[in-house]
């Protein structure tokens, strides 16, 4: 049961008190295993191309599918968290991703491979900013903090465990069985959603605008696109940057997202509402947000490179040397979380992005002669540094917002992340493989192309430290949003017009 600041306990749309641990249970679970699921399969992709005989560049198709129909979907999550009650679209969630993962089980081929996550995709875009949107609306200002530090601990746990878990599950059965042992676990969450789950948000049935969809379509789709075909792409002949699909799909992007915010600006009732950035805090939390996620993906995902090739250590033994930093970051989520409710954002951003930069910085002083201890200690200094980044910044941006904004404000939230997370991770390789070509070893020795590889790898850690050094110049700007105690509601502190 929830109670307000004011002492009074909350009621559901069904008249009911609002039972918040078993909401919070329900969509915690299943966002755990969706990104289990998610985040496991990338160890895989190796093996996948052996027995699927396909290209790497094929089966990454696998990622970038998923990260498209993200791109595609969660910006109208806005428009479906006001048509749709909590219930319809908890069970639609996980209807599409258990139904994604049982395809993706028994999947004999790539094709019904990619169908299956696509499907899994669906279901994740309907999830994540309905899990967001339920807990702005059913958990105080005074309180989020270490709700947001729940879910933190949920989004970074099960990208930890993840690979380790699939690289025993590799190494002693099949990739299938990534799928098998996620299954059950789904089934269940979904059942217990439909026993415990409530609608908790109104529904006011906005009108559906098929031009704004499919702007939002072709802009968001078309950036996501763009930078993982550029990232694809990158070192090889007319690929990366220079593939005249990455450059069409980008400015098709570009236009598209103009032609959307203006339509949206000029609707009395648009899609999503724009004016959400008219929140001071609101931007500046999103903005630390878009930078963290870059910092992220540009770093993490090349580090698993340099621990196989550079350092030259098994899929396994690269699963259990990412997973202390890993754990600390949930378990840190669960800290900051506390320590944002008590002092706000202030100071734990700042901190956090100083943190974030030196153990960049020192990334990029690695070598094929660097001891785990150090990667370890570094993986996990930079993960307490992003710990005490994003969901401090994130829940102070959104606890500035008035309640009718909460569904647009997850929806730019989340969709910009998924766009972060494409541009993170096509710099990242386009920067490795510019350090490799520039490397100046000698081509005779065994080691070059391990020594190649980890001096472009040095690049993206070195590029990740100066979008850390730019957050914190932005961080300066943060103050903690007043959330009105007594009536349970943030004072918006806008823009001026």
Request: some cysteine; overall charge positive.
């Amino acid at each position: 049961m929830e109670v307000t600041a004011q002492g009074k306990t909350r009621s559901g749309l069904d008249g009911k008190a609002i039972k918040v641990m078993p909401i919070m249970i329900a969509l915690l679970l299943s966002g755990f295993i969706g990104m289990f699921s998610e985040t496991a399969l990338n160890v895989a992709l190796t093996q996948l191309t052996e027995d699927l005989n396909v290209s790497y560049a094929t089966i990454q198709w696998l990622t970038t599918g998923y990260l498209l129909v993200l791109g595609i979907l969660v910006p109208v999550s806005g428009l479906l968290l006001q048509r749709f009650t909590t219930r319809q679209l908890f069970i639609a969630a996980l209807v599409f991703i258990s139904s994604g993962t049982f395809i993706a089980a028994i999947a004999p081929t790539f094709i019904v491979l990619l169908v299956g996550r696509i499907i899994q995709a669906v279901g994740t875009a309907l999830l994540i900013p309905l899990m967001f949107n339920t807990i702005l609306v059913v958990i105080p200002p005074e309180r989020r903090g270490s709700a947001m530090g729940l879910i933190g601990l949920v989004m970074m746990s099960a990208p930890a465990i993840g690979p380790t878990i699939a690289g025993l599950i590799v190494e002693h059965l099949s990739w299938n069985w990534i799928f098998w042992i996620s299954l059950p676990f789904l089934l269940f969450a979904l059942g217990f959603g439909i026993k415990y789950m409530q609608n908790v948000s109104e529904v006011s049935k906005p009108k559906i605008d098929v031009l704004s969809i499919l702007l939002s379509t072709l802009g968001f789709g078309g950036i996501v696109f763009g930078f993982s075909s550029a990232g694809e792409g990158a070192g090889e002949a007319g690929g990366g940057w220079e593939n005249p699909v990455v450059i069409v799909s980008l400015i098709v992007g570009v236009i598209a997202l103009i032609l959307f915010s203006w339509r949206q600006m000029k609707m009395e009732k648009p899609m999503i509402n724009l004016r959400v950035f008219k929140f001071r805090m609101f931007t500046i939390g999103l903005l630390m947000v878009f930078l963290a996620m870059m910092i992220i993906l540009s770093s993490l995902v090349l580090l698993p490179v340099y621990l196989q090739r550079g350092l030259v250590v098994s899929v396994l033994a690269t699963g259990l040397i990412m997973l202390p930093g890993g754990l600390i970051n949930g378990a840190m989520s669960l800290v900051t979380g506390r320590l944002f409710d008590r002092f706000g954002p202030k100071w734990l951003v700042p901190i956090g992005l100083v943190i974030a930069a030196a153990s960049l910085w020192f990334f990029s002083s690695v070598t094929t002669a660097s001891s785990i201890g150090f990667v370890i200690a570094l993986h996990a200094c930079l993960m307490i540094g992003i710990s005490m980044v994003m969901m401090p910044a994130q829940t102070n941006g959104l606890n500035q917002l008035p309640p009718e904004y909460y569904p647009d404000g997850t929806a730019i939230m989340n969709t910009l992340q998924q766009v972060a997370g494409a541009i993170g991770t096509a710099l990242a390789i386009s920067l490795m493989n510019s350090g490799i070509i520039s490397f100046d070893g000698d081509p005779t020795s065994p080691l070059f192309a391990s020594e190649a590889l980890t001096h472009g790898v040095s690049h993206v850690f070195r590029f990740g430290a100066i979008i850390a050094l730019v957050g914190l110049v932005v961080s300066f700007f943060i103050k903690r949003v007043n959330v009105g105690h007594q009536k349970g509601e943030a004072q918006a502190e806008r823009l001026p017009h």
